[in-house]
């Protein structure tokens, strides 16, 4: 990895009362370590995601361009509203993204000092929303180190029938799979390599507003479709470790990527651009 020598401060934490110390034991960093994903209870109380659950909701609502009804749309299209980026179009969704502690937990899970942001994605997985087939997030990312994780918050109390995530447990330690988008493709044909290799399943049963899943950018992981009355209301935020650099776009995915997220730097550069900032 690079040196850190030069990096740009970090990113302004206006989120006091969020980025209080969250102490991981030994215990679940050998969990992470072994499954490649985690659950964490009350990483944000439900009195603090009050404050940021409307402005996010709004936020993915006015941003949102799909407007097909879900019958019209593919398995992908189905699966959730999605909109990124959210913290350069509200100051209030900022204040959540560039949370101080949530980016620590990141940190001390992948094992390296500081973590930039990468990209927040809002999922919003409307009711009558289809499965979102098993993938792996790192296909679309890159980026030339495994250190990458994304936090999964739901905003509202949700149950199984609302869509939670699934996990396969050490799928990470195999690294890429393939070259798969997210669609029915995937679904197969990461079903089958779970199978074969024996990896276990961990499932959801509930979590509350507040609570959030960690996994690595190489887990293979799903979620389950909609069957509530209810929009099924995340926020996700993607953290890469500092010192990561740029690697050779092997697909449109990636090259859209890395113009979107990584401020079009070239192979071999260091991945910090201006949408990138040191969080931790």
Known sequence: MASNQGR?????????????????????HEAFDRDGHILLRNVATADQIARFRRAIQQACLSHNTESREISERDTY????????????????VKEFVFNGGFARIAASLLGVERV??????????????????????????????????TMW????????GMGLM????GSHKGGPIGSIE?????ESAYKTYIAERGFPVAYGESMSAGDAT????????????NTSSKMRSVMTVIYFADGARVTRPDSLYQQADCNAWLDGKLPGEIASGPLNPILN
């Open 182 to 186: 997210i669609s029915d493709e995937s």
């Open 8 to 28: 740009e401060p970090r990113a302004e934490n206006k989120v006091i009362q969020l980025a209080r110390v969250y102490p991981l034991t030994a215990t679940q």
């Open 166 to 169: 699934k996990f396969a447990s």
């Open 153 to 160: 918050m739901p905003l509202i109390d949700i149950d199984d």
């Open 214 to 225: 960690f996994h690595r950018g190489w887990t293979i992981h799903g979620a389950g479709a």
């Open 77 to 92: 299209g189905k699966a959730f509203l999605q909109v990124t980026n959210l913290w350069t179009r509200d100051d209030t």
């Open 116 to 149: 930039r942001l990468y990209h927040d994605q809002a999922l919003f997985k409307e009711p009558g929303g289809g499965k979102t087939p098993w993938h792996q997030d790192q296909y679309y990312w890159p980026l030339d180190t495994d250190r990458t994780i």
